[in-house]
Structures are given as structure tokens and as C-alpha cells.
């Protein structure tokens, strides 16, 4: 949600050329992302449920990412020259990002820490001190610095400020939440004797190693589309598209968060049930209630998307990109629903079927951006979104149907999706994000799910 709502501060301050840069910079935050953590994650709450080895790992997991984050540092500053020039970041913010990535890379287990011993409150407590750090450094540097310093004022705060040093100040503030965020999760740290078992990290990579692929992959599907723009497109109007699309596909964060948000408190529940009598069952149920949400949320965003984008994308010099909005929406579902049928794959061990899926769903990206994009700019890349995802989920659930049947209701998930595309599709493409036709269609929506879904929602919550 951060993401929305730093969307009007920064579209507010830069031209979508300079957005653009930021953008891209971000791209490449979520891929290296992936390499620092290499799938420790997913391999800490797969292995944390076996009670004799908790303690062992816990430790051996925080020493394996401390160890490579400082490795990382080294090569990322040895070579930071030569890396601003591959990658095509300015000198001046290389450097907050090799940091940033590195902080991040030192909370991954103190978080997945928590989420395994079930502490939601504080995990959501720290995640909030982030957000409201990064919110309010963003909001001070880029809207209430200019404001408060004048060519004439002298003291601290003209010595803070600097013109055209917007991203530098972004760079900052993330920096500056992240260090907190860190500082917050000591304690996990701190706590606890170091002991490196390495049968148990050797078993961790070859079950992270998979995950690492398919988080890779997943993260090609997610942001290199920014990457390939930048690099495709003529260089006069490059930077210019990529702020808009990237402005644009901001507000599919809603299905983002509600998606994200339905998988890490979904996660650990899959490990720690798949040892209980028939948990498929549950499996199902909760797939069933996620793609019920879900098509609620695809649809109220679409029909409201033009409010939204008053809201949070000011500058309609970024609206030109607001036809991608409905397709990246309804690739975000896609991958929501991917993430819930992945299940049998991570319960199952079979974690290579994740690298395999997410590897055919990143060769389609990288084709259609390729060959597409010199044609059809960033619609290109929303397209390539939308299929990829969709052949992801649909090779999920064909595999999970052989070694791991799931007794998924059909009927139901697509009626839900199908009724949710038709009615979006009509609102925005047809009627042209027509209010008077677009709340009547969400109106009825939710009637169709109240009515159908009454009596099982009842139950569920009077049987808790």
C-alpha cells in the first residue's frame, strides 16, 4: 500500500521521465531481492516445524544470510563501478542500493521468525514503523524541505536541501526505514547461541535452491517488463512510458496487498496442517473464499479506477497508461490464485515444480516483451503480465492434480472469475468507466455473492 501512497507524492515532484528512473531502480530492487534471500524463506518454515531442530534452524539460517549479505556487500562495492554501468544506475545511488538490500536481505528470517511463531501483532507493528518512517522521510524530503527552505535561508535544513535530488532523497528514506527496521528485529539476533549446522543448511539449500529459481522467474515476471521498456523504446520517450506505466499499475496494489497479505498468513498454515487428517479439504476451502474476495476486489477497482487514479496518479500527464489497470489487476489475481494451488508442490517437497512453472512463465514475458513491445509499447508489457501469470496458474493446478489432488469447486471459482472479468470488461472497456453502469455491476456482484455464499460463511464463523 506504500506504493499508492507515495505514488502522488512522487508523480507530484517529477516529471514522469524522472519517475521513470525511479521505477526502473526499484526493478532492480525486487530481483536482487530474490538472489539475497535465495529461497531461505520458504525452506526456514519447511523445516522449522520439525520441533528437535528449531533452535539449530533458526541459527543456521540467520548466520547463512548474514554471511552471504556480507559477501554481497563486498563484490557489490569492489565492483560498484562497473555495476552502475550494467545496470544503467547513476554512480550516486548505487550505493544506497547495495545498503538497502542489505538490510532488507537481514530481516527476511527475523520476520519469517515471527510469522512461524504466529506473533502477527508485533510483525505488523515493525512493518508499520517501516511504512510510516518511509511515508513520512518521503513526504518531509520531497514536499516539506522545498517548501521550508528558501534561496536565502541558511542552517540545517538548507543544508539538507538540495534541487533535483528527489531520488537521492527517496533512496534515503528507504535507507533510513530500513536501518530502523533492522534495529527492531535485533533481538532475534541477539537471543539466541550461534550454532552452524551444516546437514541442516545443506538440506535448506536443496530445498531453497528451487524456490530461488522460481523466485527469480517470478520476479522476471514482475518487473523486468520496467527493465525491457527502458531498454526497447526509443530513448527520447523510454523514460517517459515507463513513469506512466509504472504509475498506472500502482493501483492493481490493492489485489497486491489483498494477495500478499492472504499468503503469508496462508503459508505457514499449509506446512503446519499437511500433516493433519484430509487437509486438502481446507486446502480447497480457502482457494474458494480467496478467488470470492478476490473478484470482489477486481471488480470494485476497476469500476472505482478512475476516482483512484484522482486519488493517488494527480498528474494526468500519467493517465495515458490507465487501459493497463484491468489487465494487471486480473494478472495479480492469477498470481494470487497460483500462489494458493502452489501448495501441493511445497508440501510435497516437490519444490522443483515451482522453479519449472515459474521459469515457463518467465520465458513468456521475456518473448512477448521482446517481440511486442517496439509495437505496442507498455500494452505489450500488461499482456505479457496477464499470460504469464495465467499459464502459471493453469500449469500449477494441472500438475497439483496428479500429485496432490485438491477437491477444488470448480463450478464456483469460475463463476466468480468469469462474472468478475464480464463485468469489468463492460465497465471499463465497453462503458468506459462509467459510473452509472460500473456501481449497478458491482451492486449486483455482491448481491450474487451474498446470496450464494450466506449460509457457508455463517457457519464458518459461528463454528469459530
Known amino acids: 500500500m506504500l506504493n499508492v501512497i507515495l505514488v502522488p507524492i512522487y508523480t507530484g515532484v517529477m516529471q514522469p521521465g524522472s ?31 520439525e520441533l528437535d531442530n528449531r533452535k539449530k534452524v533458526v541459527s543456521t539460517s540467520l548466520l547463512s544470510i548474514l554471511g552471504s549479505t556480507a559477501l554481497f556487500l563486498l563484490i557489490g562495492f569492489i565492483f560498484k563501478n562497473s555495476l552502475s554501468h550494467i545496470l544503467e544506475i547513476s554512480i550516486e545511488y548505487i550505493g544506497y542500493v547495495f545498503w538497502i538490500l542489505a538490510l532488507d536481505a537481514l530481516v527476511i528470517i527475523p520476520f519469517a521468525w515471527l510469522r512461524a511463531n504466529e506473533r502477527p501483532m ?16 518521503n513526504s518531509f524530503f520531497l514536499i516539506l524541505l522545498p517548501n521550508l527552505v528558501s534561496e536565502e535561508s541558511t542552517g540545517i535544513l538548507a543544508s539538507m536541501y538540495r534541487e533535483n535530488f528527489e531520488i537521492s532523497y527517496i533512496l534515503i ?56 521498456l527502458e531498454k526497447i523504446l526509443p530513448v527520447e520517450i523510454a523514460s517517459d512510458e515507463v513513469g506512466k506505466y509504472g504509475a498506472c499499475i500502482k493501483l492493481a496494489v490493492f489485489m497486491t496487498l489483498f494477495a500478499t497479505a492472504f499468503r503469508m498468513g496462508i503459508e505457514p498454515f499449509f506446512f503446519s496442517h499437511s500433516d493433519t487428517k484430509n487437509p486438502q479439504k481446507a486446502y480447497a476451502q480457502i482457494t474458494n473464499y480467496f478467488v470470492v474476495l478476490g473478484s470482489i476486489i477486481l471488480l470494485a477497482v476497476v469500476v472505482f479506477s478512475d476516482v483512484l487514479k484522482i486519488m493517488f496518479v494527480r498528474d494526468s500527464a500519467y493517465w495515458e497508461a490507465m487501459p493497463v489497470v484491468p489487465l494487471i489487476l486480473l494478472a495479480s489475481f492469477f498470481l494470487g490464485i497460483y500462489h494458493n494451488l502452489s501448495v501441493w508442490y511445497k508440501v510435497t517437497d516437490r519444490t522443483k515444480f515451482g522453479a519449472y512453472i515459474s521459469m515457463i512463465g518467465a520465458v513468456l514475458t521475456i518473448i512477448i516483451n521482446i517481440v511486442f513491445i517496439p509495437y505496442f509499447g507498455y500494452m505489450a508489457s500488461a499482456v505479457a503480465t496477464l499470460l504469464a501469470y495465467g499459464s502459471m496458474m493453469m500449469l500449477s493446478f494441472y500438475f497439483g492434480r496428479m500429485y496432490y489432488p485438491i477437491p477444488y469447486n470448480f463450478r464456483k471459482i469460475i463463476f466468480y472469475l468469469g462474472v468478475s472479468v464480464l463485468f469489468s470488461t463492460l465497465s471499463f472497456y465497453i462503458f468506459d468507466r462509467n459510473l452509472y453502469v460500473g456501481v449497478p455491476l458491482l451492486i449486483l456482484f455482491l448481491g450474487l455473492v451474498y446470496k450464494l455464499e450466506f449460509e457457508n460463511l455463517k457457519k464458518l464463523f459461528l463454528n469459530r
Open 19 to 49: 519517475y521513470g528512473q525511479v521505477v526502473v531502480i526499484f526493478a532492480y530492487f525486487a530481483i536482487f531481492n530474490v538472489f539475497l534471500a535465495y529461497g531461505m524463506e520458504t525452506a526456514f518454515f519447511r523445516f522449522y516445524k
Open 122 to 137: 508485533r510483525y505488523a507493528i515493525i512493518k508499520l514503523i517501516n511504512v510510516i518512517l518511509n511515508l513520512g522521510l
Open 173 to 228: 528514506s528507504n535507507l533510513v526505514s530500513s536501518a530502523v527496521t533492522l534495529l527492531l528485529m535485533l533481538r532475534v539476533y541477539l537471543r539466541r547461541p550461534y550454532i552452524f549446522d551444516t546437514d541442516i543448511w545443506k538440506r535448506m539449500i536443496a530445498y531453497a535452491m528451487p524456490v530461488m529459481v522460481a523466485g527469480i522467474a517470478f520476479t522476471v515476471n514482475e518487473v523486468l517488463d520496467k527493465i525491457l
